[in-house]
C-alpha cells in the first residue's frame, strides 16, 4: 500500500516562498511508470494540478504557475517537494501529493492534504 504525507507550515506570509514535503512509503519515486504531483485546492473552488515530478526525474509545471514553482525530489528519503515563490492569498489552498501514471489522467493515491494560508 503506498502512502504519501504532506508536511510544511500551515502559514506562510505574502511574498515568501512556500516549501512542502512529501514523504512516500509503500514505493518508490523512481519505480516506471509512475509521476508525482501537487495538487491544490483553494476555498470554495475545484482541484488545480500544479506540477509533477516523473519517475525519471523529469518535472512538468502548469503554464500559470511555472515562473514561480519548484518540484525537487530526494531519492534517498523518498520524498519530493515544492516550492511556490512570492505567495499571495490567492495560494492559500490544501495542498495535496499524488501519484498518478504516465499517460493517464487518474491519480491513483493521494496523500490526506495540507492547509497553507497566506496570511500577513
Known amino acids: 500500500q503506498v502512502q504519501l504525507q504532506e508536511s510544511g507550515p500551515g502559514l506562510v506570509k505574502p511574498s515568501q516562498t512556500l516549501s512542502l514535503t512529501c514523504t512516500v512509503s509503500?514505493?518508490?519515486?523512481?519505480?516506471?511508470?509512475?509521476?508525482w504531483s501537487w495538487i491544490r485546492q483553494p476555498p470554495g473552488k475545484g482541484l488545480e494540478w500544479i506540477g509533477g515530478?516523473?519517475?525519471?526525474?523529469?518535472?512538468v509545471y502548469s503554464p500559470s504557475l511555472k515562473s514561480r514553482i519548484s518540484i525537487s525530489r530526494d531519492t534517498s528519503k523518498n520524498q519530493f517537494s515544492l516550492q511556490l515563490s512570492s505567495v499571495t492569498p490567492e495560494d492559500t489552498a490544501v495542498y495535496y501529493c499524488t501519484r498518478g501514471r504516465v499517460g493517464q489522467d487518474e491519480y491513483d493515491y493521494w496523500g490526506q492534504g495540507t492547509q497553507v494560508t497566506v496570511s500577513p
Open positions: 509503500g514505493g518508490s519515486l523512481t519505480t516506471s511508470y509512475y509521476y
Open positions: 515530478i516523473h519517475y525519471e526525474g523529469s518535472t
